[in-house]
């Protein structure tokens, strides 16, 4: 399920914690699919609904579907605590520095933490 919210005027398509795992390049186009449908600039999906390969990233299912987002300049923004696994994996940890440096993906504790960034 998904509902779409204007944060700072800019159109969020907000994903629920409950729904089909994100694990592959399909499951984020259905994402940019409904996002682009419902006039979206950002996706917002709780850490939790991602497959554990995506935060091993050797697999490079976190890099393929990051670069599906950029493809279809869509923000993606990954909710919630992945304090445990960034300690735990060097390169997790180094992946989720760089995309906050960014614009495009970003990995936030919070919707608050969200709306912070957005401002500007």
Same mark, same amino acid.
């Given at each position: 399920?998904? @509902?779409?919210?204007?944060?700072?005027?800019?159109?969020?398509? #907000?994903?629920?914690? !409950?729904?089909?795992?994100?694990?592959? !390049?399909?499951?984020?186009?259905?994402? +940019? *699919?409904?996002?682009?449908?419902?006039?979206?600039? $950002?996706?917002?999906?709780?850490? !939790?609904?991602?497959? !554990?390969?995506?935060?091993?990233?050797?697999?490079?299912? @976190? *890099?393929?579907?990051?670069?599906?987002?950029?493809?279809?300049? #869509? *923000? #993606?923004?990954?909710?919630?605590?992945?304090?445990?696994?960034?300690?735990?994996?060097?390169? #997790?940890?180094?992946?989720?520095?760089?995309?906050?440096?960014?614009?495009?993906? $970003?990995?936030?504790?919070? +919707?608050?933490?969200?709306?912070?960034?957005?401002? *500007?």
């Amino acid at each position: 399920m998904t @509902a779409l919210e204007k944060i700072h005027d800019i159109p969020v398509l #907000l994903c629920a914690a !409950e729904g089909k795992p994100i694990g592959s !390049e399909a499951d984020a186009l259905d994402l +940019i *699919g409904d996002a682009m449908y419902q006039g979206a600039r $950002w996706v917002v999906v709780p850490a !939790e609904r991602f497959d !554990e390969s995506f935060f091993r990233l050797r697999t490079r299912v @976190a *890099g393929d579907i990051v670069q599906k987002f950029v493809n279809y300049r #869509l *923000g #993606l923004a990954i909710v919630g605590d992945i304090s445990a696994r960034t300690e735990a994996a060097t390169a #997790l940890r180094d992946f989720v520095r760089e995309c906050n440096r960014g614009r495009q993906t $970003w990995f936030v504790a919070d +919707i608050g933490e969200l709306r912070e960034r957005l401002k *500007g």
